[in-house]
């Protein structure tokens, strides 16, 4: 898709440094930005706290307008401007992830969630056990993926390695076999 006129303008007023461009820049892009930030972490399995994703899209935006739109200078309009942004902003989200120290695996909060549903229980089951009670509802691929993530706390790229599927296939299986084991637990 090529450049569209409402980005062409855009982009030159921006580097012209025209009045409330940059404002009309942010307003039209910040949340194509905040959407690769929800997505990239997803993908990651890592839950970030609205902070961090606030964190996140003011450091995409620095990154933009530093040296004076060097970024958008650089762009060559053989793509679309959301395009080109979206690329931009996976970088700087994916590198400044890779240099977080902590960030909290969804599966932590998968865990939470069964943990939370049980507290009412007269004898509280750790997550082992629920898991290990799920898993004989399983058989084959699926039940081997579940076990090396749930159980042994292998990485998607781990299991990648050991089974061969995909590292961007285990978290949709994972999610699959989870929606289907709760239809089945509300029969």
């Given at each position: 898709?090529?450049?569209?006129?409402?980005?062409?303008?855009?982009?030159?007023?921006?580097?012209?440094?025209?009045?409330?461009?940059?404002?009309?820049?942010?307003?039209?892009?910040?949340?194509?930005?905040?959407?690769?930030?929800?997505?990239?972490?997803?993908?990651?399995?890592?839950?970030?706290?609205?902070?961090?994703?606030?964190?996140?899209?003011?450091?995409?935006?620095?990154?933009?307008?530093?040296?004076?739109?060097?970024?958008?200078?650089?762009?060559?309009?053989?793509?679309?401007?959301?395009?080109?942004?979206?690329?931009?902003?996976?970088?700087?989200?994916?590198?400044?992830?890779?240099?977080?120290?902590?960030?909290?695996?969804?599966?932590?909060?998968?865990?939470?969630?069964?943990?939370?549903?049980?507290?009412?229980?007269?004898?509280?089951?750790?997550?082992?056990?629920?898991?290990?009670?799920?898993?004989?509802?399983?058989?084959?691929?699926?039940?081997?993926?579940?076990?090396?993530?749930?159980?042994?706390?292998k990485t998607y790229q781990e299991i990648s390695r050991i089974?061969?599927?995909?590292?961007?296939?285990?978290?949709?299986?994972?999610?699959?076999?989870?929606?289907?084991?709760?239809?089945?637990?509300?029969?």
């Amino acid at each position: 898709m090529a450049l569209s006129e409402i980005d062409r303008n855009l982009l030159e007023r921006c580097l012209a440094n025209q009045p409330r461009a940059w404002e009309d820049f942010v307003d039209r892009f910040m949340g194509l930005v905040m959407h690769v930030i929800n997505h990239t972490a997803q993908c990651r399995s890592i839950l970030l706290p609205a902070s961090d994703r606030e964190d996140l899209a003011a450091e995409v935006m620095l990154t933009i307008i530093e040296d004076n739109y060097a970024v958008l200078r650089r762009f060559q309009g053989k793509s679309s401007l959301a395009t080109y942004l979206t690329v931009i902003a996976r970088r700087v989200v994916v590198r400044k992830m890779l240099d977080s120290q902590t960030p909290t695996p969804l599966g932590a909060v998968a865990e939470q969630a069964m943990a939370d549903k049980s507290a009412g229980a007269e004898e509280r089951m750790t997550n082992q056990e629920e898991v290990e009670r799920l898993l004989a509802h399983l058989e084959g691929p699926e039940a081997h993926v579940v076990r090396m993530y749930h159980l042994e706390g292998k990485t998607y790229q781990e299991i990648s390695r050991i089974t061969g599927m995909p590292t961007n296939s285990v978290g949709p299986l994972l999610s699959r076999v989870r929606t289907r084991l709760r239809g089945q637990s509300r029969v």
